[in-house]
C-alpha cells in the first residue's frame, strides 16, 4: 500500500466532517437571526414611528397640524384600500358598523395626538397618551400592584401638568389634546377587539378609511388649496409611509412571534425613544424632571404588563 494509502482513505470522513461544521455555522447564525427577527421588527417599527413623527412636525410651520394629519391618515387609507381591497371581501352590517367604529376614534386619535404635538414635545405627548391603554389594561384590575402602577403614572403625569407655574410644566391645551388622544387609543383598543374575527386587512382597511373621512375635511378646512402643493403632498405621503405603513407592517411581523406580554413590556419605551427621536430631530430637549415623568409611565406601563393587567 502507498504511503499516503491511509490518509487518502481518511479524506471523505474529514471532509464529511468539515462540510458539517461549516453547515452548522450558518445554521446557527440563521437560527439566531430567525429568533431575532421579531424583536428587530418591533424595534423598527416603534423607531419608524416615532422618527415619522418628528419628520410629520416639521410640517406644521408649513402647512399646520390639521392638515398633516391628514395628509397620514388619508394616504394610510388610499395604500390600504389599493393593497387590501376590502371591498373583494363580503362584511355585515354590523361589522361594517363596528369597523367604522373602530376607524372613527382612529382619526380622533391621530388627530388629537397631532394637535397636541403643536405645543408639546414628541416624548411627553406619547408619554401621556400612553395613560389611555395603561387604563384600559387596569381597568377591572382589583390587584394592589395595579393601583401600585397607577400611582407611577399619575406621579409622572402631575410632573408634566403645569401646576404651580412651574418652569417643567406643558401647555395645558397641548396635555388636553394629548389625554384626549390617550383616550381615544384606550377606546381604539376596546373597539378593535370588537373586530378581531374580522380578516385584520379588511377591519384596518375600512377602519383608516373611516378615520380619513373625519380627518381629511379638518385639515382641508384649516390649510384649504396648500394641501394640494405637489411638495406638501409628497412629504405629507413620506410621513404617512414613516408613521403608519412601515409601523403597521412591521408590528404585524412582531405580534406573531412575540408573546403579548413581552411585546407590552418592549413598547412600553417608546415614550423614550420618542423622546430622543424629538432631541435628535426637532431640538426638543428635555429637563431632568421631564424625563423622570416619561421613566415613571414607561415603569407604570411595563409594570402593568409584568403583573398581567395587559393581558386579555
Sequence with gaps: MPENAEHRQSDPAITRCMTTACAAAPRADTSALQ?????????????S???????AKQLFPMIGAPATVAYRVGFSALILLAVVRPWRMAVSRPDLLAAMRYGAV???????????????PLGLAIAIEFLGPLGVSLLHSRRLSHFL???????????L????????????????????AGLCWGLYI???????????????????????????????HDAGLAMFSPTLAVMGLITAVLSSAIPYSLEIVALRRIPASRIGVLMS??????????????????MALQWVAIALVVSASAGSVLAGGGQD
Design 35 to 47: 429568533r431575532a427577527m421579531p424583536y428587530l421588527a418591533l424595534a423598527g417599527s416603534i423607531t
Design 49 to 55: 414611528f416615532c422618527f415619522g413623527t418628528s419628520f
Design 106 to 120: 382612529l382619526g380622533l386619535m391621530n388627530f388629537c395626538f397631532y394637535m397636541a404635538l403643536r405645543s408639546i
Design 149 to 159: 402602577m397607577v400611582g407611577l403614572a399619575a406621579a409622572g403625569l402631575a410632573l
Design 161 to 180: 401638568l403645569p401646576l404651580r407655574h412651574n418652569a417643567h410644566g406643558l401647555d395645558p391645551l397641548g396635555v388636553l389634546f394629548a389625554l384626549g
Design 190 to 220: 376596546i373597539f378593535g377587539k370588537r373586530i378581531g374575527h374580522m380578516p385584520g386587512g379588511q377591519a384596518v382597511a375600512l377602519g383608516m378609511a373611516t378615520g380619513a373621512v373625519i380627518v381629511v375635511p379638518l385639515g382641508l
Design 269 to 286: 419605551v417608546e415614550p423614550a425613544i420618542g423622546a430622543l427621536a424629538g432631541g435628535l430631530l426637532l431640538g426638543e430637549h428635555l
